[in-house]
């Protein structure tokens, strides 16, 4: 059980109160189970993600993409690091993401502290990617304004030219590890009485705290 701070009897409560889905003692292993779940029931990726940010003035902005690991203390997902989520999550160092499953009626919320991820793990993901994908983040200058599709293609064909049948990853191009300080997880209940569980922890070597939030 994670250190709450809660004493003998408050914990055997509280893992009481959150059985079935909701049982265990690691936010990630729970995690990982539901992804595995919504794998098997969602129709399109099940492993999107609506991620949140804020640029330099505050204003918050959202994206769908896609997760790509959950580690065992971490989320990771890729990007071009020109893109605007990027800059954004490299200007702050923080971020937050929703993933929701109609298919399983839940979602797991977080926010936390990120950090890229640019070595070895970062260059064996690109290297599983299809060759048109990893082509594709050579010459997509992302977020930036494009003068047309046809001049999209031409830049492909340009690149897929110059770097032949197995690019490198670009230099521009890698990870981002979210280790978050706290995570929601959210299940449908009748009557919009939903089941909430927050893990709350102050710093990243720290206990988590459990709640159960109203709906």
Do not use: C
């Not at 914990?11 to 889905?21: E, Q, S």
């Not at 640019?118 to 494009?146: F, T, V």
């Not at 995570?183 to 922890?201: I, N």
């Amino acid at each position: 059980m994670a250190d709450t701070g809660a004493t003998a009897g408050e914990v055997l409560r509280d893992a009481a109160d959150r059985g079935g889905i909701f049982a265990g003692s690691d936010p990630f292993t729970i995690a990982r189970a539901w992804l595995a779940e919504a794998e098997a029931s969602e129709p399109n990726d099940p492993n999107a993600i609506a991620l949140a940010t804020v640029d330099a003035d505050g204003l918050p902005n959202v994206r769908m993409v896609l997760l790509k690991e959950i580690e065992a203390d971490a989320f990771v997902f890729y990007t071009n690091y020109g893109s605007a989520k990027a800059q954004e999550v490299d200007g702050a160092g923080k971020a937050a993401f929703v993933m929701h499953w109609k298919s399983l009626r839940r979602q797991i919320r977080v926010r936390g502290l990120v950090e890229r991820e640019e070595g070895p793990q970062a260059d064996a993901y690109y290297a599983s990617r299809s060759l048109k994908s990893r082509l594709g983040a050579w010459a997509s200058d992302q977020s930036k304004p494009l003068a047309s599709r046809a001049a999209l293609m031409a830049d492909v064909a340009r690149i897929t030219a110059l770097k032949g049948p197995s690019p490198p990853r670009p230099p521009f191009w890698g990870g981002y590890r979210i280790r978050p300080l706290e995570l929601e997880f959210w299940a449908d209940g009748a009557f919009r009485l939903h089941d909430r569980f927050r893990w709350r922890r102050n710093g990243l070597a720290d206990g988590w705290e459990i709640s159960r939030l109203n709906p």
